[in-house]
């Protein structure tokens, strides 16, 4: 490759980096929802409880049901009993972990490259002299 070639798939190495990142926080912010989910699910009891209604806000309640609905995309969600529901965000944090790991691997396969492209472009700086 020469000088441009590199100096290019250099840029493009970093536009890849840049949205493997941004996928990356997307799904650690998930992973902080669906702990905070799994939480939530496992201490409900029959007493009085604090439930987070958005924007830091939480309301006081009771449970009546203890039915759990989870969303399912299209802005459907099923309805699943505790165990039940508990073992689905359990699945689901797996799934998003696993997803974060492989996004690790890419992180680290682009910054081999990256490395390999800054050694061509030395020796080809090197080789013009």
């Known amino acids: ?21 941004r996928e990356m926080e997307r ?3 998930s992973l902080v929802d669906l702990s905070n989910s799994l939480r939530t699910i496992k201490n409900m009891g029959d007493e009085e409880m604090l439930v987070p209604v ?23 969600a099923l309805e699943y009993g505790v165990e039940d529901a508990k073992t689905e965000v359990d699945k689901r944090i797996k799934m998003t972990e696993k997803a974060v790991h492989t996004l690790r691997a890419e992180l ?17 700086l090197e080789g013009g002299k």
């Open 108 to 124: 680290k396969k682009l910054d081999d490259e990256f490395h390999k492209l800054e050694q061509d472009y030395s020796e080809s």
């Open 54 to 76: 958005g924007g830091g806000a939480m309301v006081k309640t009771k449970l009546v049901d203890k039915n759990v609905f989870i969303p399912v995309g299209a802005g459907y």
């Open 1 to 21: 490759m020469n000088k441009e070639q590199i100096v290019a798939r250099a840029r493009t190495i970093g536009q890849q980096r840049q949205m493997v990142e």
């Open 27 to 29: 799904l650690m912010m």
